[in-house]
Structures are given as C-alpha cells and as structure tokens.
C-alpha cells in the first residue's frame, strides 16, 4: 500500500477578477447531463464531456498544461469552468449542494479531505495502485491521503519551505554562511550574532519571527520534538511539553529582539521588503516566493540551505499544497476521463511545465531533477528539491483543520505579543482543538 502521512494546507492567492471561460476539446456537440457524448470524435469511441474546475484561472493552473490535455485526448470535451480564487471557493459550496460542481478541480488540501469525509471525493487510492508508481514521486503526492489509507486527492503543487540567508549581511558580519548541517541552535546562535542595534531601537535582525503556521509555528514545534495533532489525526498534542518548548523558542527569539516582531515587519514593508533590504538576514521562505523575490528584488544577493535539523537529528520540512479531487457523483465514464487528465497532470510533460513556472514544485522525481540546469535565484533549489525528498512533511491536516488550525492562530498571536504566556497558551489551544477533534 501506500505510505501514509500527515496531511498539508492551503496556497490561497489573492488573485484578480476574470470571467467564466468555457473550452471545447472538440466542434462536436456537446455532452449530455450524464456527462456522456456523441459517439465517434477524432480520438474514436465514445465522446465524454469533463468539466476542470479552475480557481484562480491560469495565474495559478499554466494554460499549457490544459491546452496540450486537450489535443491529446480528442475523444474528451473539455470544459473549463475558471474563476478568481475567493469567487470560485464560494461558490463551489453552492454548486456541491445543488449537484452541480465540476467532475474535477483542486482546492486547499484540508478541504479535500473534508471533502472525502463528507463523500463529495472520489478515493483515489485504488487509481493510484492500478497506474501509478509512487516510487516516480516524492511523498507529497500522498498529501491528501487519510491514516485509513484513502486518498481523496492528488497535488495540484508542492510548497516546501528552505532556510533563506542574505548573503551580503553574513559577509558584512563575517559569520559563516548557513549549511545543511545548521541545528536550530546554530540558527538562533546566528540570528544573535547578526541582530545590530542600540537599545531599543534595532537596525538588523538576525532571523525573520513569523509567527504564521508554515513559516512560523509548525515548524518551531516540529524541530523541538512536539506536534499539532498525533499520527492518528484525532489527538491534540499541544498539551506535549515538547510543542510549549519549540513555541517557546519562537516567542524568546521575538521577546529577546534577535527575531523580528511584527511591527518590524508591518513598519518595514512585510516579510520579503525586510529580508531582501537585509534589515533581516534569515528568513524561513516558500518555494513560491523566490518568484516574487527575482521579480520584486532582482538585486538582493541570497541564496537557501535546506531547513535546520531539529534537537533528536532529524529534519522536517513543512511542505503545503493544493489538491485536484474528481467528484465521487459524476458517471463512472466521466470519472475514468477525469483520472486521464490526473494522470497527464502527474506525467512528464505537464510535470514539466510545472517546473518552468517556477510558482510550485511537480511531485514526479525525474520533474524535479530539471530544476539543476536553473539559473534564477536561489542557485541551490537543492534545498527545497532534496529538503522534501528526505523529510518532507504536511502541517497535521485533516477534515477540520480549517476550524482548529484558526483558533490555535489565534492564541498563537496573543502568545507572541505577550498578551498569554506559552504555558496558559498551549493549554487553551489544547482544549479548544480537542474540542474540535472531538466534534468530527
């Protein structure tokens, strides 16, 4: 079978207003209610109408991948059903209740697998077994996969995370550059050395405190030997002192002025305006952003290594992503049309374009090893390709985390501000997400 895993989350992108786009693979008629055509077509057999759900068009899906599945399957009419994110997300919740959605589309993991809880995915498990080899793929491909062994989706995308350091500031410090082999120790006794200031008043930080879930909390717990939820996905681990140590980590680095805090950053421009001026020299960064790092900060002189080993000498790199689930209510002949167009998805040539773009990483190995002969920045994608290779990991997904995953943001923030201490923190967070847990 498969291996199992924790589940991951949401790229949400806020993306701009466009118009419902509709593409016929072929002249011919179109398909019946039942999703089933005129017989014939240039591909022969009988024609089968799939409608591909887009959120975010194609700023988030490359139109190439859509076009070439077109004109590689004539015998499939193709329609595609693209809105802005937000529109898309809404309204998917109508159209599922009126039986209406599209036969496949890709949303925030840890809905899909509230999707498959509540029966509106189809399981994939038995698709995967019969055409797939998970050993072509990084683990990621079993992002939407449950503890019981269905999967209700497959990766639309992989978003790991890497240790970004600003070269320039090391240099100007003369403090070695980050390796692979960096503990979370090393980090923080680096961010030490790096921070500059008078006072109060701080010019440099050493290390960029997040404070978010995939750049911020998540990984803070994971490297201290603590976890969200246990592999079973239905315990709260918050109670764990494990998970108070890596948060306590998190909230002295921010406390102790070696980490930014949040006024910093929201007086400075955000995140990347602050690590790419070199007011920060370390920043934990999504694969996605190096795009708008060489769009935004083409002059900024960094690099990655992979993220720092955690205290037992292992590594976890958090890694999210979105889902393509096929509708567990469309016909049997729609559902095998929609799994060809997963399966070119999952294949070498969209796997490809995947790549080209940049915005996402494929999950197929032989997609992953182009990315040697890049020459954008980062220079060592290494860090990512390899980082989720060996210890990839989603964030504790299951079919609430949307609900529990908000209320423990919430006492996060309050905890990194002050207004709690971790220890009263992590004992409400604790509470209320079993609350949650319970209530599936």
Same mark, same amino acid.
């Given at each position: 079978?498969?291996?199992?895993?924790?589940?991951?989350?949401?790229?949400? %992108?806020?993306?701009?207003?466009?118009?419902?786009?509709?593409?016929?693979?072929?002249?011919?008629?179109?398909?019946?209610?039942?999703?089933?055509?005129?017989?014939?077509? /240039?591909?022969?057999?009988?024609?089968?109408?799939?409608? $591909?759900?887009?959120?975010?068009?194609?700023?988030?899906? #490359?139109?190439?991948?859509?076009?070439?599945?077109?004109?590689?399957?004539?015998?499939?009419?193709?329609?595609?059903?693209?809105?802005?994110?937000?529109?898309?997300? =809404?309204? $998917?919740?109508?159209?599922?209740?009126?039986?209406?959605?599209?036969?496949?589309?890709?949303?925030?993991?840890?809905?899909?697998?509230?999707?498959?809880?509540?029966?509106?995915?189809?399981?994939?498990?038995?698709?995967?077994?019969?055409?797939?080899?998970?050993?072509?793929? %990084?683990?990621?491909? &079993?992002?939407?996969?449950?503890?019981?062994?269905?999967?209700?989706?497959?990766?639309?995308?992989?978003?790991?995370?890497?240790?970004?350091?600003?070269?320039?500031?090391?240099?100007?410090?003369?403090?070695?550059?980050?390796?692979?082999?960096?503990?979370?120790?090393?980090?923080?006794?680096?961010?030490?050395?790096?921070?500059?200031?008078? +006072?109060? /008043?701080?010019?440099?930080?050493?290390?960029?405190?997040?404070?978010?879930?995939?750049?911020?909390?998540?990984?803070?717990?994971?490297?201290?030997?603590?976890?969200?939820?246990?592999?079973?996905?239905?315990?709260?681990?918050?109670?764990?002192?494990?998970?108070?140590?890596?948060?306590?980590?998190?909230?002295?680095?921010?406390? @102790?002025?070696? &980490?930014?805090? #949040?006024?910093?950053?929201?007086?400075?421009?955000?995140?990347?305006?602050?690590?790419?001026?070199?007011?920060?020299?370390?920043?934990?960064?999504?694969?996605?952003?190096?795009?708008?790092?060489?769009?935004?900060?083409?002059?900024?002189?960094?690099?990655? !290594?992979?993220?720092?080993?955690?205290?037992?000498?292992?590594?976890?790199?958090?890694? %999210?992503?979105?889902?393509?689930?096929?509708? =567990?209510?469309?016909?049997?002949?729609?559902?095998?049309?929609?799994?060809?167009?997963?399966?070119?998805?999952? +294949?070498?040539?969209?796997?490809?374009?995947?790549?080209?773009?940049? =915005?996402?990483?494929?999950?197929?190995?032989?997609?992953?090893?182009?990315?040697?002969?890049?020459?954008?920045?980062?220079?060592?994608?290494?860090? &990512?390709?390899?980082?989720?290779?060996?210890?990839? *990991?989603?964030?504790?997904?299951?079919? #609430?985390?949307?609900?529990?995953?908000?209320?423990?943001?919430? *006492?996060?923030?309050?905890?990194?501000?002050?207004? !709690?201490?971790?220890?009263?923190?992590?004992?409400?967070?604790?509470?209320?997400?079993?609350?949650?847990?319970?209530? @599936?």
């Amino acid at each position: 079978m498969f291996k199992k895993m924790t589940a991951i989350p949401k790229i949400s %992108v806020p993306l701009m207003l466009s118009s419902m786009l509709v593409i016929a693979a072929c002249s011919s008629s179109g398909g019946s209610p039942n999703g089933k055509g005129e017989s014939g077509g /240039q591909g022969g057999g009988e024609q089968v109408t799939l409608k $591909i759900g887009l959120p975010g068009s194609y700023e988030v899906t #490359s139109k190439e991948i859509i076009d070439s599945f077109i004109e590689a399957h004539p015998h499939i009419r193709v329609e595609v059903q693209e809105a802005p994110w937000g529109d898309f997300t =809404s309204k $998917i919740a109508t159209q599922i209740a009126g039986n209406t959605m599209p036969d496949v589309w890709f949303q925030e993991n840890a809905t899909i697998l509230g999707y498959g809880q509540r029966g509106v995915a189809e399981d994939l498990s038995s698709y995967i077994e019969r055409d797939l080899n998970p050993d072509d793929y %990084v683990d990621g491909l &079993f992002s939407a996969q449950t503890p019981e062994g269905q999967v209700w989706g497959v990766p639309h995308g992989i978003n790991p995370i890497a240790l970004a350091y600003n070269e320039d500031v090391f240099a100007e410090a003369g403090i070695d550059l980050p390796t692979d082999d960096w503990t979370y120790e090393d980090l923080i006794e680096a961010a030490k050395q790096l921070t500059v200031g008078e +006072g109060n /008043q701080t010019s440099r930080f050493g290390f960029i405190g997040s404070t978010s879930i995939t750049t911020g909390w998540f990984p803070w717990i994971k490297q201290a030997g603590g976890s969200a939820l246990d592999e079973t996905l239905t315990k709260s681990r918050f109670d764990d002192p494990q998970t108070a140590a890596g948060l306590q980590q998190l909230y002295d680095g921010i406390e @102790q002025g070696y &980490f930014t805090n #949040s006024d910093f950053l929201t007086a400075n421009g955000g995140e990347l305006e602050v690590f790419a001026s070199g007011k920060a020299a370390m920043y934990f960064l999504q694969y996605s952003q190096q795009v708008n790092m060489n769009e935004s900060f083409p002059d900024t002189n960094w690099d990655v !290594v992979k993220i720092p080993k955690a205290a037992n000498g292992e590594r976890y790199v958090p890694m %999210v992503a979105n889902s393509w689930l096929v509708s =567990s209510r469309a016909s049997q002949d729609v559902k095998d049309a929609a799994w060809e167009f997963l399966k070119y998805y999952l +294949g070498d040539e969209a796997q490809s374009i995947i790549v080209q773009s940049g =915005s996402t990483l494929p999950v197929k190995k032989s997609a992953l090893e182009e990315l040697q002969s890049s020459t954008t920045k980062p220079s060592n994608k290494a860090a &990512f390709t390899e980082g989720i290779e060996e210890a990839g *990991v989603t964030l504790d997904e299951n079919a #609430s985390w949307s609900e529990w995953r908000i209320l423990v943001q919430q *006492v996060v923030n309050e905890i990194m501000v002050g207004n !709690v201490t971790v220890e009263d923190g992590v004992r409400e967070i604790h509470v209320k997400v079993q609350e949650v847990l319970d209530a @599936q």
